[in-house]
């Protein structure tokens, strides 16, 4: 079985700095593209970053700058700096991409999400 497992959210001012960590768990050969998503109440799940394999980023409009996306093949993680926090920016923040099991075809998990919230 394979999982994507998000920590490092919680309650911050705005202005403030988060990271996000997300682990890709089980029998793994690899990870490949892979991005962050996030849902506020009452809206649609968007696109926040991605990253492919070798480390071409790609941010939304309303992050770029304040973001980092990164990654780590070797430990299967990929994270999420967070910077100059805003409240527009709470949302349940969440971890999906490819990934690649050592049987089997491509997968393409989501995490359980994670909890950001800003405070003005």
């Known amino acids: 079985q394979v999982r994507l497992v998000e920590s490092g959210g919680g309650l911050v001012q705005a202005g403030g700095s988060l990271t996000l960590s997300c682990v890709a768990e089980g029998d793994i050969s690899g990870i490949f593209k892979m991005g962050w998503y996030r849902q506020a109440p009452g809206r649609q799940r968007e696109l926040v970053a991605d990253i492919t394999r070798p480390g071409t980023t790609n941010y939304i409009d309303s992050v770029r700058g304040r973001f980092t996306i990164s990654r780590d093949n070797a430990k299967l993680t990929i994270a999420l700096q967070m910077n100059s926090l805003k409240p527009e920016d709470t949302a349940v923040y969440y971890c999906?991409?490819?990934?690649?099991?050592?049987?089997?075809?491509?997968?393409?998990?989501w995490g359980q999400g994670t909890q950001v919230t800003v405070s003005s």
């Open positions: 999906h991409g490819d990934i690649l099991p050592r049987r089997g075809p491509m997968l393409n998990p």
